[in-house]
């Protein structure tokens, strides 16, 4: 199966939601706002499975980093465009996330805050994680995503994905 067909069947039905989550905050100026719009449009883009779109929107030296159980194939730091999509492909391989829901969502400059809840299940061990919070650090430069730092209860997952 292809890279773009396994992002859209893993993350396509469930990040397609985040789209529908209309997610803002009052008095935001104008870079904070574009900051906002960047991010979620490249959720959008992840969850309909647009690698052109996603490309676009990230920047060629972009950051993936995620916390928690080094354990588990895609816990880390990834650089770069190539990198990240083979990331995202492991990533699809091993989670199909079950739930997804954006809380609350903030931007600040360059800097855009994204809370939610999720619930997945690991194809390793075909075990539900059980429901757990997420949060998500972004850094947008010049239109693109130049860090994605996520957190999410990478314990629990670790539990799921050893069975």
Do not use: C
């Amino acid at each position: 199966m292809n890279r773009r067909t396994l992002l859209k069947t893993s993350l396509g039905t469930t990040l397609a939601i985040i789209v529908g989550t209309k997610a803002g905050a009052q008095n935001m100026d104008a870079t904070a706002q574009a900051s906002l719009d960047t991010v979620m449009a490249f959720m959008g883009a992840m969850g309909s499975g647009d690698m052109e779109k996603m490309s676009a929107l990230m920047a060629d030296d972009m950051v993936w980093h995620s916390e928690g159980d080094t354990t588990l194939p895609w816990i880390g730091e990834t650089v770069g465009k190539e990198a990240i999509f083979k990331f995202l492909a492991v990533f699809s391989e091993n989670l199909q996330t079950t739930k997804w829901e954006n809380t609350d969502a903030f931007a600040s400059g360059d800097t855009v805050a994204v809370f939610g809840r999720m619930n997945g299940v690991t194809t390793h061990s075909g075990k539900e994680i059980g429901e757990f919070t997420f949060a998500l650090r972004a850094k947008v430069r010049g239109g693109q995503v130049v860090l994605w730092n996520w957190f999410e209860d990478s314990f629990a997952i670790s539990q799921a994905y050893h069975g």
